[in-house]
C-alpha cells in the first residue's frame, strides 16, 4: 500500500486518490498517471507503491497475455487522534 | 393440363398449409387491447402489471432492480397485481426471480407471441377490466420508467408522489435541497468537469463510481445524477450501479 507522507498528515490533506495504472503482459506495472490525489506528495507516494506492483497477466480466453489499462482507487484518512492511514474502497 | 392440376395441388396442399399456420400469426399487442391469462383475474384490483420476460434474455436481467421496485411498491400500496409470464417452466422462471432478488409470487407460463408480447422485457400496465393500458418494451430508460409508473397510478388513482420520480428539474433539486441530503453527482470525466460544472456538485467518473460511491456517498442522501448531457444510457448506468449498491433516492436531472 502507499504510505502516507508525514508531511501531508501535518498538512491534514486527506481524500481519495486516484491512479490509472497500465499493466504489461508480464504483469508488471509500466505506467502510472494520478488522476486525482489530495496533494503532490500523496501522488508520488502512490505513483512509488503502485509502480512495484505486480499483476497476474491478463490472458484473452485461450490467446496470448494482454496489456490492461486500470484504475485504482485509496482513501487517505487522518482519525480523530490525527493519525493517518491508507484504505482501499469499502466493497458494498 | 398436367402443369394445372400439379398447380392446384400446390395451392390446396402447400398454400392452404401456410394460411393455416396463419390463424397463428402474431397479433402485436396494442393499447386498448384486452388481454387473457391463465386464472389471472383482473378485478381483484384497480390495475395489474404483467412482465413479460425470458430467463434467457439479458435486458431482463439488467432490467431486474426496476422489478424490485414494483414488487416493493406493490408491497406498500397494494393497489395493483405483479404477474411475471415466462415462456419457460415454472420451476425455471421461479428461480430466475429468486437469483435475481425479485420476489414475484404470481408467476405464469405462457407463450409471449401468443399473447402478443413484441419481445421481452416486456411491462404491461391492465387494468380491471383487462384493457392494456401501457406497454413499454426493452430495458426502459430512468425517463419511461418514470412514464410507466405514471400510468399505472394513473390506473390505480393514484398521484405519484416524489419517491416514484425518475427525473426532477434543477427547481426542484433546491426545493428538494431545503428539507433532504441532496447529493448532485456529476458522472463526467475529470477534464469535462473541470471545464465547467454547476456548482455545488461532486464529480465521481462513471467507471469510478462502483468503486467510490459506497465510500463517498451517504444512503441516506438523495442523489441526484448529472452528465450534463443527453445520453440516457451513461445515466441509466449510473443509476443501476447506484441501486445496485443501495441507494434508493435516485433520480436524474432534467438537463
Not at chain 1, 505513483?47 to 490467446?63: L, M
Not at chain 2, 426532477?168 to 463526467?188: A, F, Y
Request: aromatic share 6%.
Amino acid at each position: 500500500m502507499p504510505l502516507y507522507p508525514e508531511k501531508s498528515i501535518k498538512r491534514k490533506a486527506k481524500g481519495v486518490a486516484v491512479a490509472q495504472i497500465m499493466i504489461n503482459q508480464e504483469g508488471d506495472v509500466s505506467k502510472v498517471e494520478i488522476l486525482e490525489a489530495p496533494d503532490s506528495m500523496i501522488s508520488t507516494s502512490v505513483t512509488e507503491a503502485v509502480s512495484q506492483w505486480k499483476f497476474r497477466s491478463s490472458k484473452i480466453k485461450d490467446g496470448p497475455s494482454v496489456a490492461v489499462k486500470g484504475k485504482l482507487t485509496f482513501y487517505f484518512v487522518i482519525d480523530d487522534h490525527g493519525e493517518g492511514r491508507v484504505e482501499n474502497p469499502k466493497q458494498y | 393440363m398436367v402443369l394445372v392440376f400439379c398447380g392446384i395441388l400446390v395451392k390446396r396442399f402447400v398454400i392452404n398449409r401456410s394460411n393455416a399456420v396463419d390463424i397463428d400469426k402474431f397479433n402485436e399487442l396494442k393499447v386498448g387491447d384486452s388481454i387473457e391469462l391463465p386464472d389471472i383475474i383482473w378485478e381483484k384490483a384497480p390495475a395489474t402489471v404483467v412482465l413479460g420476460l425470458n430467463t434467457k434474455c439479458k435486458f431482463c436481467t439488467e432490467s431486474a432492480p426496476f422489478y424490485k421496485e414494483l414488487v416493493e411498491k406493490q408491497m406498500t400500496e397494494g393497489s395493483f397485481q405483479l404477474v411475471a409470464v415466462f415462456p419457460e417452466s415454472l420451476n425455471e422462471s421461479r428461480q430466475y426471480l429468486e437469483e435475481l432478488n425479485v420476489p414475484v409470487t404470481e408467476i405464469r407460463q405462457s407463450s409471449l407471441r401468443r399473447l402478443g408480447f413484441k419481445g421481452t422485457p416486456s411491462v404491461v400496465v391492465v387494468d380491471r377490466f383487462g384493457s392494456v393500458k401501457s406497454i413499454s418494451l426493452g430495458k426502459l430508460a430512468a425517463e419511461d420508467e418514470s412514464q410507466m409508473i405514471a400510468s399505472l397510478d394513473n390506473v390505480t388513482g393514484k398521484t405519484s408522489i416524489s419517491t416514484n420520480k425518475r427525473t426532477i428539474s434543477l427547481k426542484e433539486v433546491e426545493t428538494l435541497r431545503i428539507k433532504n441530503k441532496v447529493v448532485v453527482l456529476d458522472i463526467r470525466e475529470r477534464e469535462a468537469y473541470a471545464r465547467e460544472h454547476l456548482a455545488g456538485t461532486v464529480n465521481i467518473p462513471i467507471d469510478e463510481l462502483e468503486a467510490r460511491a459506497v465510500n463517498e456517498l451517504s444512503p441516506d442522501s438523495a442523489v441526484v445524477i448529472h452528465c450534463n448531457c443527453n445520453d440516457s444510457q451513461l445515466k441509466d448506468l449510473a443509476r443501476t450501479t447506484l441501486r445496485s449498491q443501495g441507494f434508493e433516492k435516485l433520480f436524474v436531472l432534467i438537463e
